[in-house]
């Protein structure tokens, strides 16, 4: 039973509160204004959109839920789009997340018409040339009924829209009468269980087992449920001593937004898998599309560095050229400088031309449309790198603290998951908090939350475990490791039920995050 409190002015709206039985603090007094059923760290997508998730379900409407983030993110908030600029931060997100999205209420805020599906993905080994054509169209002959539009594969959009999207979205549950106060520009100092002030037999609320997040402000927040999503170096982990195991690969993503030839259709994925690392291009619109070169730092430095011409030129030459010619290209780029030692797009241009020789006019029209389209232009200011890390916490929950996203795992983003397995948490804990509000459970109990680890951690393991063996299989050109690779894709190739099996698990339409029964 929890104990009443004393206080005069306390004692009333306490008592509604022991009546309707209800495990939140809505109709507590203002003073425990700084008591919150939920405390989320990490204003990002997962944070943000776990904050909509949960204001969005009327059964939880009346807990007390506090966003921090350290960012200023008001210019995230009244972010607009402008044509013909896209930031360099985007995700592939597939249809399942954009129908959680749908369901939360958050696309009707997100820039739709910066939000481009695409149906079609071209993916190849760059030792062998051996491939997976993967077209959803022939997701139609197995009777998959896609709720989004029909038969996309994933949806390129930026970070920020999302982001946006779902802080406008805090703003309309606000209005419609849920509890949440978005706390920004603070960070954290501490995070505690203080064992001071405990309350007697029969005089008080017990909040001694509760989190206290100390900000730098010198405000003192109190969480019923403490949920760590603050990315891959998580204090909400650390407080929770809960470990994080993995190792960092020897290898760094380059991204940028390319502008690409006018006169070629954008509507496919590329990927080409070189053995210092995969290249993926992602159509943004019809002349745009955001480019994912995982490599080693070395050769990320200098792409980062090179003059644009150059930049441009080496990301055709990557879906162009054999391994041996991008190695020589490499070599002509001086480390310190980052000028070259020759002509890099005569170099190219004329190593093409030897390519079509020998190609009648037929043959160089079949061997250009299954390449993408050449690179022009590389946004300004568009170029950056980050390393690429494997990361797992050895449990997702404690007594009061949950984890999703980054603070819970990380992976290598050439299947482009990571961000759809965080929104997969999402999504299970605010189901599991939702339960367990209705049978009147407490949400921050050790005995509810374990249910969303035993759901969440097998599959994220799953997704993690394939990413790695992927990375190390195609990140060598060994001969018989390359001939085995090239038999297995083009056998994949030749099966059309394997390849909807592969897209229906990509597009994260056969499993939503929701609970086996």
């Known amino acids: 039973m929890l104990r009443t409190i004393q206080s005069r002015h306390l004692i009333r709206p306490f008592a509604k509160y022991a009546i309707n ?12 204004e700084n008591a919150y059923d939920v ?11 776990l904050a909509c998730s949960l204001a969005s379900r009327p059964s939880l409407r009346q807990h007390r839920i506090a966003l921090v983030e350290a960012m200023d993110l008001t210019n995230v908030k009244q972010w607009e ?8 931060r985007v995700v592939s997100l597939t249809p399942g997340s954009m129908g959680f999205f749908s369901k939360i209420g958050l696309t009707k805020h997100m820039a739709m018409d910066r939000t481009n599906g695409y149906r079609d993905m071209q993916v190849w080994d760059g030792v062998t040339d051996a491939r997976i054509h993967l077209d959803s169209a022939l997701l139609k002959s197995y009777n998959v009924n896609n709720a989004m539009e029909e038969n996309t594969i994933a949806y390129i959009v930026e970070n920020v829209n999302v982001q946006s999207a779902a802080l406008k979205r805090l703003d309309e549950c606000r209005a419609e009468g849920s509890h949440i106060d978005f706390i920004q520009k603070v960070k954290v100092a501490e995070i505690e269980r203080s064992l001071e002030n405990k309350p007697q037999e029969g005089e008080g609320l017990d909040l001694q087992d509760w989190p206290t997040v100390h900000l730098d402000n010198g405000r003192k927040l109190k969480a019923r449920l403490l949920i760590g999503a603050d990315g891959i170096n998580s204090p909400v982990r650390s407080f929770a001593h809960i470990d994080s195991l993995g190792w960092d690969y020897d290898a760094h993503g380059v991204v940028a937004t390319l502008k690409l030839d006018p006169e070629r259709p954008n509507n496919t994925a590329w990927q080409r898998f070189l053995p ?15 480019m994912v070169w995982s490599t080693k730092p070395a050769i990320a430095k200098a792409l980062k560095n090179v003059s644009p ?7 055709n030459a990557a879906y162009r ?14 480390p310190t400088t980052f000028e070259s030692k020759c002509d890099i797009q005569e170099d190219y241009l004329w190593r093409e031309s030897v390519a079509k020789k020998s190609l009648n006019d037929q043959q160089v029209l079949d061997r250009e449309y299954s390449l993408p389209p050449q690179v022009i232009d590389v946004q300004d200011k568009s170029r950056a790198s980050f390393p690429f890390r ?6 997702y929950v404690a007594d009061r603290v949950a984890l999703v996203g980054d603070a819970a795992h990380a992976t290598h983003p050439l299947a482009g998951q990571g961000l759809n397995q965080g929104l997969l948490d999402v999504e299970c804990l605010s189901q599991l908090l939702e339960r367990g509000t209705i049978e009147g459970q ?3 109990s050790i005995h509810l939350l374990r249910q969303y680890a035993s759901e969440r951690y097998l599959r994220n393991i799953m997704m993690i475990s394939s990413c790695d063996k992927l990375h190390r299989l195609f990140s060598t050109d060994a001969a018989p490791v390359t001939w085995i690779r090239s038999i297995g894709l083009n056998a994949v190739d030749n099966l059309d039920f394997v390849k909807a099996e592969i897209m229906k698990y990509a597009m994260g339409i056969e499993y939503t995050g929701e609970f086996r029964h």
């Open 81 to 88: 789009p402008t044509p013909d600029n896209y930031s360099n």
């Open 21 to 32: 039985k209800q495990r939140h603090l809505a109709t507590v007094a203002q003073d425990l």
């Open 276 to 290: 210092t690392g995969p290249i993926a291009m992602l159509p943004l619109n019809d002349e745009y599309a955001s």
């Open 309 to 315: 011409k150059d930049f441009c030129n080496l990301v």
């Open 321 to 334: 050229m054999s391994n041996v010619d991008l190695d020589y290209l490499y070599k002509q780029i001086d």
């Open 390 to 395: 494997l990361r797992n916490s050895e449990r």
């Open 39 to 49: 405390v989320i760290m990490g204003g990002g997508v997962a944070g943000a959109t």
């Open 442 to 444: 407490d949400i921050g």
